[in-house]
């Protein structure tokens, strides 16, 4: 892995551990030699690096998401060295917002960007980053929302569902400043200053293409091959391989590519089921994967899996994938106009989630979880049915209830047979 925040044994540490014999014949574990601490330690340089904390199952280096909802179901938040692929939503809404999220996370804490798409201008992708909301105006701004979206029947407690009240909830709001991940208001643009201040490069697949292609013997698309020549690059001459041991300020490379996979990618795997480049995109990730396990890099990816006929390719990303999250909006499905979700714009899906330093990954509880757009705040909660109200609630309404209940599986939704739809 790229790098690990635990205090070791390894290449570069001061001391050793050593056995010893108390007069008690107890044998117990000392360190030989000076005990590492303060900002001398190997262990603590890169608990150094701003917008970074160390994850304390693992001790693996966390970076931010941006949203500190999609931390907190992720373990903690995403680890240096890894890929986080997003599942598009058809219409493709809030899939990007999620990607601006991420690069502007990358801003407030002076991580450099690395911005490749080829449908927009990396340059108009910044300027369209969400602005970072300070912790005093937070509260206001969240009130603002329950109220712009409190409904009627929210201020009556609900009798039948009172589980819900036990249980744990998702992290909503900051609490200083100085907390790991930050909150942006969707409504306004991040100021430009801090854009011009900030260090990034851009990689416009359009711009990069040269009237005559010259067949290669690679199995990579154009496309693909000078991507990855672009981030190989940045990472060895920026350093952010370790190969310049002379840069004492170490920092965190931020990747997002955008529609990964799509035609204008030059990729076919969207467009028939048989495609010619079937292994260009999996050969890809795999090259990727590895640039990343060897540099202070995080990678975010959108892809629109929505539209891969082949399900043994989706299985092969996956795999090659470390943390996949899937979103699902309502826009044009019948869920738009079912009373069940009206408090919901779609579900989110986390797929998977990588396994780092040990042999099992950390399995979240929660099933069933569903996001919505507010004014301002991109908000994910637990997906909450609501009550069963019998003598207000007409027999069609609770078959359409109980339908629909089925769609969610397994979790707070499970459908129990029998008359009643709802069982707690």
């Not at 199995?219 to 190989?232: A, K, V, W």
């Not at 931020?254 to 795997?269: A, C, H, K, T």
């Not at 989706?314 to 979103?327: M, Q």
């Not at 099992?360 to 909450?384: N, Q």
Request: aromatic share 8%; proline share 5%; with cysteine.
């Amino acid at each position: 892995m790229a790098a690990v925040a635990t205090c070791g044994t390894g290449a570069g540490s001061t001391g050793s551990i050593v056995a010893t014999t108390s007069k008690n014949n107890v044998t117990s574990f000392q360190r030989k030699g000076p005990r590492a601490s303060g900002t001398d330690s190997g262990c603590s340089r890169l608990v150094s690096i701003a917008g970074t904390r160390p994850s304390v199952r693992n001790g693996q280096l966390l970076v931010s998401t941006g949203l500190p909802a999609l931390d907190q179901l992720l373990g903690g938040g995403l680890a240096v060295g890894t890929v986080l692929l997003i599942e598009e939503d058809k219409y493709n809404i809030y899939s990007s917002l999620l990607f601006k999220y991420f690069l502007a996370e990358g801003i407030i804490n002076g991580h450099t960007l690395l911005v490749a798409s080829a449908k927009e201008d990396p340059a108009d992708i910044l300027q369209e980053l969400p602005a970072p909301l300070l912790d005093d105006n937070y509260k206001k701004d969240l009130d603002e929302d329950i109220c712009n979206h409190q409904t009627p029947d929210s201020n009556i407690k609900m009798k039948i569902a009172w589980r819900y009240q036990l249980l744990p909830k998702m992290e909503s709001g900051p609490v200083s400043s100085s907390r790991f991940g930050h909150y942006y208001d969707a409504s306004k643009r991040m100021p430009r200053e801090l854009i011009e201040t900030s260090k990034w490069h851009g990689f416009f697949f359009p711009e990069k293409l040269s009237s005559t292609l010259n067949k290669e013997p690679c199995s990579l698309t154009h496309g693909y091959r000078r991507l990855l020549q672009f981030i190989q690059k940045v990472i060895y001459e920026e350093g952010f391989d370790g190969s310049n041991p002379q840069k004492k300020q170490k920092n965190i490379l931020r990747i997002g590519i955008q529609n990964l996979g799509s035609p204008l990618w030059g990729d076919d795997i969207c467009c028939t089921e048989n495609c010619d480049n079937s292994h260009s995109l999996t050969k890809f990730l795999y090259v990727l994967r590895g640039l990343l396990r060897t540099s202070l890099s995080a990678c975010i990816i959108t892809m629109p899996a929505h539209l891969i006929q082949n399900r043994a390719i989706i299985a092969r990303i996956t795999n090659l994938s470390d943390t996949v999250v899937g979103l699902e909006s309502f826009i044009g499905s019948e869920r738009e106009t079912n009373p069940l979700y009206k408090d919901y714009h779609g579900l989110i899906h986390i797929r998977q989630i990588p396994r780092l330093n040990n042999l099992i990954y950390d399995v979240s509880d929660v099933k069933d979880l569903a996001f919505k757009l507010k004014r301002k705040l991109f908000t994910i909660e637990r997906l909450h049915l609501p009550p069963d109200l019998s003598d207000t609630v007409s027999r069609s309404s609770k078959q359409d209830l109980a339908e629909s209940s089925k769609l969610l599986g397994p979790g707070c939704g499970m459908m129990a047979g029998g008359k009643q739809h709802l069982d707690f």
